[in-house]
């Protein structure tokens, strides 16, 4: 049974439960994690924002370039960035693409090409055509979405790193697994990739010690 949307913390439990039904190994590596944050993001342009804004950068740089840009757009949502341009975005530190990238999701959501919203209520492979149809929204940025917003539970990012090194680990593989090799590991855990996703998150952060999870 795939359980429904993780949403809010009921539904996040429910899942990890229905995981560890359909994998022990994965049930014994849940048990051993002192907590799986539920890391909901409000499906709307900051929330996409954030996500384009932590690409290919660290969670400290990513972290600072959102908190600027925040301090100078607010609320920091699409008719706002339309209306203050470019500015306020080079300001915040934003490379070119991902200036342009912000510019053209706003405009996307103010003539109604987008509509998160609604992208939380399709399928996922319907929403990630939707999402990677807009210059410079690539797969990870997509999967990350659905993941994190929409609360999707068979949605992948292949693409992270923590999630490669991840796999890797639990899968006892011989080194980082690369995208595909990825993608082709996480099929064990269909129709609960997202939910697995999460899990790898939170093992990947306590390995590393970090404080604060990837992406």
Not at 199 to 208: D, E, F, Q, T
């Amino acid at each position: 049974m795939r359980p429904d949307p993780i949403r809010d913390e009921r539904s996040l439990q429910a899942a990890l439960a229905e995981l560890s039904k359909h994998d022990p190994a994965m049930a014994k590596l849940i048990a051993g994690l002192d907590s799986i944050p539920l890391r909901r993001r409000t499906p709307g342009f900051a929330g996409l924002a954030e996500i384009v804004i932590a690409q290919q950068v660290s969670k400290a740089s990513a972290s600072a370039m959102l908190g600027r840009l925040k301090q100078l757009v607010v609320p920091l949502d699409a008719p706002h960035i339309l209306e203050l341009g470019l500015e306020p975005l080079v300001a915040a530190g934003l490379s070119r693409a991902k200036q342009s990238t912000l510019m053209g999701l706003a405009r996307a959501m103010d003539d109604g090409t987008l509509v998160p919203h609604s992208l939380c209520e399709m399928p996922a492979n319907e929403a990630m055509d939707h999402l990677t149809a807009l210059k410079g929204i690539g797969p990870w940025t997509a999967e990350v979405f659905l993941l994190f917003s929409a609360g999707h539970v068979d949605v992948f990012p292949a693409g992270d790193v923590a999630l490669q090194h991840a796999v890797g680990w639990v899968c006892e593989f011989d080194g980082k697994p690369d995208q595909k090799q990825t993608r082709q590991l996480a099929e064990r855990w269909a129709p609960l990739r997202g939910v697995a996703a999460r899990v790898l998150y939170a093992h990947y952060g306590k390995v590393r010690g970090m404080e604060e999870l990837p992406v």
